[in-house]
Nanobody, 126 residues
Framework: QVTLVESGGGLVQAGGSLRLSCALS????????MGWFRQAPGKEREFVAS????????YYADSVKGRFTISRDNAKNTVALQMNSLKPEDSAVYYC???????????????????WGQGTQVTVSS
């Protein structure tokens, strides 16, 4: 059983930055690809970014490309999402998740992810 806990959310003005962190704990024997998703009120959960097992491969939604950066530290079992140039439309609850298989290769589908955190709220004011 793996537990994921997100942190770092908050209220920020448009154009500002936030850094989200996701800490994994539990029975972690091997590293899995990881991802960040977000869900705004009344909308479906959407893919934001994901990172390969080693951290060398990264994938981004077009809406955040060039502004967000995903990274991981396998020694510390953490995944981070650096968010710059934030926009009001980035406001949502952000979730981190582990891919279901180690062969994950960038799919934006939430069904390709198994374990999820409880989420952290990000609010960007205009």
């Amino acid at each position: 059983q793996v537990t994921l806990v997100e942190s770092g959310g908050g209220l920020v003005q448009a154009g500002g930055s936030l850094r989200l962190s996701c800490a994994l704990s539990g029975r972690i024997f091997i590293s899995f690809p990881m991802g960040w998703f977000r869900q705004a009120p009344g909308k479906e959960r959407e893919f934001v970014a994901s990172v390969s097992r080693s951290g060398s491969g990264t994938y981004y939604a077009d809406s955040v490309k060039g502004r967000f950066t995903i990274s991981r530290d396998n020694a510390k079992n953490t995944v981070a999402l650096q968010m710059n140039s934030l926009k009001p439309e980035d406001s949502a609850v952000y979730y981190c998740a582990t891919a279901r298989t180690i062969s994950y290769s960038g799919s934006p589908e939430a069904d390709d992810f198994g374990s999820w955190g409880q989420g952290t709220q990000v609010t960007v004011s205009s």
